[in-house]
Nanobody, 122 residues
Framework: QVQLVESGGGLVQAGGSLRLSCAASGLTFSIYKMGWFRQAPGKDRELVARIMWIGGSTYYVDSVKGRFTISRDNAKNTVYLQMSSLKNEDTAVYYC???????????????WGQGTQVTVSS
C-alpha cells in the first residue's frame, strides 16, 4: 500500500504564494508520475499539473501556466507545487496523486492523498 501525505495548504491573499508538498511512502514501489488535481465546490476535479518521474517532463493546465511550478525530489519521493500570483479562482481542495508500479513492469496503480484546502481571499 502506498500512502500520500500532503501539506502546505491554507489561507492566502490574492497575489500571494503557497507551496504544497506531497510525500509518498509505503511498500516498495516505483513512481511513474505524480500530479496535483483540484476540486472547487460544485465543479469537477481537474488536473492542475503533473510531472513524469523519469525525465521530469511537466504538464500544466492553461489557467495556471506561468504561475504554478511542479517539481520533484526523487530521493524523498516527494512532489511539490509552488503556487504564485494566486487568484480567487484557485480556491479549491488540492489532491496529490501518484501513479506507481509495485512490481517491475507490473500494472500501474493510482493513489490519492487526502486533500488540502487552499483558500485565496480578495
Amino acid at each position: 500500500q502506498v500512502q500520500l501525505v500532503e501539506s502546505g495548504g491554507g489561507l492566502v491573499q490574492a497575489g500571494g504564494s503557497l507551496r504544497l508538498s506531497c510525500a509518498a511512502s509505503g511498500l516498495t514501489f516505483s513512481i511513474y508520475k505524480m500530479g496535483w488535481f483540484r476540486q472547487a465546490p460544485g465543479k469537477d476535479r481537474e488536473l492542475v499539473a503533473r510531472i513524469m518521474w523519469i525525465g521530469g517532463s511537466t504538464y500544466y493546465v492553461d489557467s495556471v501556466k506561468g504561475r504554478f511550478t511542479i517539481s520533484r525530489d526523487n530521493a524523498k519521493n516527494t512532489v511539490y507545487l509552488q503556487m504564485s500570483s494566486l487568484k480567487n479562482e484557485d480556491t479549491a481542495v488540492y489532491y496529490c496523486n501518484a501513479d506507481v508500479r509495485t512490481v517491475l513492469d507490473g500494472p500501474i496503480f493510482r493513489y490519492w492523498g487526502q486533500g488540502t484546502q487552499v483558500t485565496v481571499s480578495s
